[in-house]
T-cell receptor
Framework: NAGVTQTPKFRVLKTGQSMTLLCAQD?????MYWYRQDPGMGLRLIHY???????AKGEVPDGYNVSRLKKQNFLLGLESAAPSQTSVYFC??????????FGPGTRLTVL | GEDVEQSLFLSVREGDSSVINCTYT??????LYWYKQEPGAGLQLLTY?????DMKQDQRLTVLLNKKDKHLSLRIADTQTGDSAIYFC??????????FGKGTRLHILP
């Protein structure tokens, strides 16, 4: 099992560009999450999903959209990237509301 | 709102015990977790404790929970260089959401 994988690992964007981060899990988990990690801020929840076709806002959802069309995939979109979105993005999944399994992260720089 | 607090840094000599502390505000927290993040990687669950327990031991790791003071600690015995990482305390709140602390960076001195 690959666990939780994230694509891409690194990306540099210019302000105003758009992109989609892909998260995939092969553990048949119902719950999936997108976090961002910034120095001194810990992990902040952007959006999450409790099942295929559902999404919900987390702590810092502005500027991001998500979709969960397939149970194994959770996509995070940036419609118009801003320098404040420079961060490391982590995807996680869990069977229920408990232990979360994390991906390796995507390092995004917005110039 | 709910909050999970931890100190940002801890330095420990190799071979000594490390104690990482965490306080939280939600007294109804059911599960409490410790995650480890190594450089350039995602978080990995180290251990967890259910709220009706006071202590849990797993090899070199000991978790202590004081529900009255809403205090959680992680003790790592015989700290090794491989223990150098960021350790996150996390608690599950009454809405079944997991709230993470900001992480404690553990630095091992030779």
């Amino acid at each position: 099992n690959a666990g939780v994988t994230q694509t891409p690992k690194f990306r540099v964007l210019k302000t105003g560009q758009s992109m989609t981060l892909l998260c995939a899990q092969d553990m048949n988990h119902e719950y999936m999450y997108w976090y961002r990690q910034d120095p001194g801020m810990g992990l902040r929840l952007i959006h999450y999903s409790v099942g295929e076709g559902t999404t919900a806002k987390g702590e810092v959802p502005d500027g991001y959209n998500v979709s969960r069309l397939k149970k194994q995939n959770f996509l995070l979109g940036l419609e118009s990237a801003a320098p404040s979105q420079t961060s490391v993005y982590f995807c996680a999944s869990s069977f229920s509301a408990g232990e979360q399994f994390f991906g390796p992260g995507t390092r995004l720089t917005v110039l | 709102g709910e909050d999970v607090e931890q100190s940002l840094f801890l330095s420990v000599r190799e071979g000594d015990s490390s104690v990482i502390n965490c306080t939280y505000t939600d007294s109804s927290s059911t599960y409490l977790y410790w995650y480890k993040q190594e450089p350039g990687a995602g978080l990995q669950l180290l251990t967890y404790i259910f709220s009706n327990m006071d202590m849990k031991q797993d090899q070199r790791l000991t978790v202590l929970l004081n529900k009255k003071d809403k205090h959680l600690s992680l003790r790592i015995a015989d700290t090794q260089t491989g223990d150098s990482a960021i350790y996150f305390c996390a608690v599950m709140n009454r809405d079944d959401k997991i709230i993470f602390g900001k992480g404690t960076r553990l630095h091992i001195l030779p």
